[in-house]
């Protein structure tokens, strides 16, 4: 089992056509996702062929949706062009779409997000976010499929490096799904999404949350986990010794305050029967203590 993806997902990717698209549609394809083609506009008609796999290329969405079956695009697309890709992917109905592009502005995120709750079909992931990837299922993303393999660990993290350490960390034992939410101020899929996601998934026997300083999204999912996870959570907040006042990195890790901090996420978190590791290799050692590795 996983969340969000698995074996039979069916990927586009919205942008495949830039250097950065066809760089990591050779490394998803690597890595096992099943691939089925490409959306550039004005690009529609042409075949690109990567590491021997015919992948075609569409104007739309929905006409890759019609001529493939996809059910998951990727958007490896410019800042500049990001609302219009994600707004042809949701007029297309097309139930996950992950958006890893960063610098996308925060209006045109919360446009094509709001725009995605209004038509209820599809589901967000990102922006500015690794990607998410079930080991040896299926890798959407840019998430490094060769650090992990799949086990019983589900992993939901603001920060993609930090996911990445996690992933290897603890890749002896292994993850059902890692989701990398991202750091923007307003993102799709949230802390709260993954965790119901894994409590509902009756192969993830434990939960890593990796949040960070800014905003108040660990302190909602702290309240989450008391009133609805049974599951083991280890959490772990970067960003202990930022100063106050100043965006550190991602835009959303701003502290005002005691709002925001990294202590008053920790207490948060602990409040809620999540034990909290000071440093990623503490929290992963304190993950190993609980499945008892």
Request: proline share 5%; net charge negative; glycine share 12%.
């Amino acid at each position: 089992m996983s969340i969000f993806i698995n074996s039979n997902s069916k990927v586009i990717v919205q942008g495949m056509t830039g250097s950065e698209g066809t760089k990591h549609t050779r490394r998803m394809l690597a890595s096992g996702t099943k691939v089925v083609g490409g959306v550039t506009p004005g690009k529609g008609g042409q075949i690109v062929e990567i590491d021997g796999n015919q992948l075609p290329v569409f104007n739309t969405v929905a006409e890759a949706i019609l001529a493939t079956g996809a059910n998951v695009s990727v958007v490896f697309v410019p800042p500049k062009f990001a609302k219009a890709a994600v707004i042809d992917a949701i007029d297309a109905q097309m139930p996950l779409v992950v958006v890893i592009t960063e610098g996308i502005p925060v209006h045109d995120s919360a446009y094509f997000y709001a725009y995605s709750l209004q038509k209820g079909t599809t589901q967000i992931i990102g922006p500015n976010c690794p990607g998410l990837i079930s080991p040896e299922q299926s890798n959407v993303g840019i998430i490094p499929a060769d650090i992990t393999k799949r086990g019983p660990i589900g992993l939901v993290s603001k920060s993609g490096t930090l996911t990445y350490q996690m992933m290897y960390e603890l890749r002896d034992i292994g993850f059902s799904t890692a989701v990398g939410i991202g750091g923007d101020p307003v993102i799709g899929t949230t802390h709260i999404d993954c965790l119901k996601a894994f409590q509902d998934d009756p192969e993830t026997n434990a939960i890593v949350m990796i949040g960070e300083i800014g905003g108040d999204a660990e302190e909602r999912a702290a309240a989450f986990i008391a009133e609805y996870v049974t599951k083991p959570v280890v959490g772990y907040v970067a960003g202990f010794t930022a100063p106050e006042g100043k965006t550190m990195g991602h835009a959303g890790a701003i502290v005002s305050g005691s709002s925001g901090t990294a202590q008053a996420k920790k207490d948060a978190l602990e409040a809620a029967g999540v034990k909290v590791g000071q440093t990623p290799s503490e929290t992963a050692r304190i993950m190993r203590a609980i499945l008892g590795r």
